[in-house]
């Protein structure tokens, strides 16, 4: 019950009326009636994207067929639009690349880092450093390349607390990802990079729940190496191509081993042996999935024009309003926030513990507030500052309490609970 | 000239009025004046792929968002579709799954295979058996796995005729394409499966040119494990995922390195462990590209109700008569076909050298006449036979004819050589 504030749904509409991103959200689809507070798992649809991979699908391939790898530039996609995506991670130009997944992308890194003949050569390093609470494609990954690589490294899973301090001349190289797909917390990519510096070893970060969501700046903190997903806060779609990010300097001497023939310095000269590109096009495997990247690039758009500090100021306003109304309408109710209290160490999302996470989720999407339930007993809210009004996390916490104090939840259909991160 | 048949552009079109295919072309939009013989490269789009790929987009992610994994099944769909494309290539149900790229699929089975501890602790098979002639990203991918392995295996490669004899007990696995993208020569599998049952090694197919042009019987032809190319004969579009076969009986002994978290047997738990889905699920790895696969269903749907043997007779049929008009028409040009004379070698496309084939393929290209060039000297058509029509055939020997004779060839605009395969 509000008792030490003030905050009513004409307080949040005049937060909306004074945003000043309000106009953003005009780049997106989003059905009336639902309150989209997932964008961290799947982006909403831009307002461009049908007729973006139409035009591909009917004119570029229908009429100009296999002519359109040269005439609408297909066979340059992954850098160009690379190159757009750059700016909202901190990157330079020609150090970013679209490319398959985040799971592909990172064994493309860590293979490439951890199969250097360098580091092979020095026993003593022999961990892959990673946290528990990794998404866990991360760890899993991680694990293949050990098993492929022999036992040679092994796996050094800590609490993200000590990771830090774990990083010593044992490691041969660490796998981060910057926010928690749980919590929401977020790491300093500087103090992190400077304690892998001071090691002599390398971080590939995993920027999935940061790329869009937070202003990065890879080029400013020191960061070598980095992927990220398509199809969270970039709105690519559902399955959307990742990135791969090289720093400029390491691009020459990195090899991965998934050596396909787009990363070729001349793939149609169909040669006998592979020769990578000297640039970020090394990081490319096999043909592009030209859709996919059709797609991520009307995604990418939807940031054209936004002042990225805007952005986090509203994404912060947005969770720490979310956060005051469960505080404030739902004390009573056995939730728990799990995020960082202090907002400098989260990224654009909240979870809420409670006993009954699962079937309250699957009630409150019933009735279109639309978050979602992550093991063992959290739900998930994701911001996403271009679309997400300060109005819809008071119709989510209203929500949230009716179907609470109602015993409504008890009733929910309970939808299978597959959902992808 | 024609001297020895009465070969006539009204005998083509007689021969398109009674090809019981005909009607299959109504599956597909192709643009008046186009002479599509490039759907080996990039299969020509099918009629309903637009309005799939727009549903997927505005409805299913649009409107439904991240419930669409669930609702419209996206979490199932590799599988599924893997199961639609299974009778095409006479795999049975369960054992194909729609991933990633061909290259990246290549990875998954012969790294996975490499990796097997009972094969690494027979030190005498050293090598991974491939051809010359074998597309570029096959070799750039097994030379990346053979570096990753620490020299543990060497590449060995030797021309395609010796193959059979290659396949010892000094080989590891072999890699084999089943149709040369350049000649089209078409290896048996049955009897390249025999060689390696006997030599105790198992071969990793690529059928990028043969699923969807000519029949294949993967459970009665011994083959173990096969990966293909979704955007060629499968009409998937611009950059469509790949596709994994592997025998039921080989699907739980199989592990691959690219471990991610879509090949775990149960994703969401978010598991801190891999443990790979006992079955063909066990070849996915990251988040299915959904647009892609959408695509390459409805492409792959363009084959509902074909029967296979008359889609191959139609082939033949199609090249016989490019080849035969060729002969009769262009003798005195400078052509000469480097594809197999014997039909039952050769698969869905032919090549012709010649010394100017990149102007002079051009010049038709420049004509709306599409094949394509391919390194050093050749013009390869291919034949497809659900839209492909006899009069085709002779409307493009009659362009070739024409920009040869009349020396246009000489003033086309060179565009830059950069097709993809």
Known sequence: MPTTTALTRAACEKLDAGDPLRHARERFRIADGTVYLDGNSLGAMPASTPA??????????????????????????????GDRLAPLIGALPGEVVIADSTSINIFKLLAG?????????????????????????????AEGI????????????????????????????????HVDY????????????????????????????????????????????????GYKYLNGGPGAPGFVYV??????????????????????????????APDIRRFLCGT???????????????????????????????????????????????FACVSPRDKTSRASH??????HAYPIMQAIIGRGVIGDFRQPNLMRFGFTPLYTRFVDCW????????????GAWRDAKFQARNQVS
């Open 52 to 81: 973006a991979v139409a035009q591909t699908i009917a004119r570029d391939w229908g009429t100009d067929l296999i002519r359109s790898w040269n005439t609408a530039g297909w066979a340059n996609l992954p850098q160009v639009v």
């Open 395 to 406: 119709d989510a916490v209203a929500t949230i309490r009716e179907v609470v104090v109602s």
């Open 113 to 141: 880092i951890l199969s250097r003949p360098a580091l092979l050569a020095e026993p003593s390093r022999r961990f892959i450093l990673t946290e528990r609470g990794n998404f866990p494609t991360d760890i899993y990954i």
């Open 288 to 334: 592009p999935p030209v859709l996919g990247v059709v797609a991520l690039n009307a995604g990418i758009a939807t940031f054209d024009g936004i002042d990225l500090a805007s952005l986090r100021a509203k994404s912060l306003a947005l969770s720490e309003l979310f956060w005051q109304l469960m505080d404030d309408r739902c004390a009573d109710l056995g």
């Open 182 to 229: 749980r919590s929401g917390f977020m790491h300093s990519m500087s103090a992190l990079n400077l304690a892998a510096t001071r090691a002599g070893t390398s971080i590939v970060w995993d920027l999935s729940h940061s790329a869009g969501a937070v202003p990065l700046q890879l080029s400013e903190n020191g960061t070598d190496f980095a992927v990220g997903c």
């Open 146 to 177: 050990s098993a492929m690589l022999a036992g040679r490294y092994q796996l050094k899973v800590v609490e993200g607390g000590a990771l830090v301090d774990s990083l010593d001349e044992t490691v041969a190289a660490a796998l981060i990802t």
């Open 350 to 355: 909240l979870s809420f513990a409670h006993m």
């Open 247 to 276: 720093r400029q300097s390491h691009q020459a001497t990195l090899q991965t081993p998934l050596s396909g023939w787009f990363g070729h310095t001349d793939p149609f000269a169909f040669a006998l042996h592979y020769a990578p």
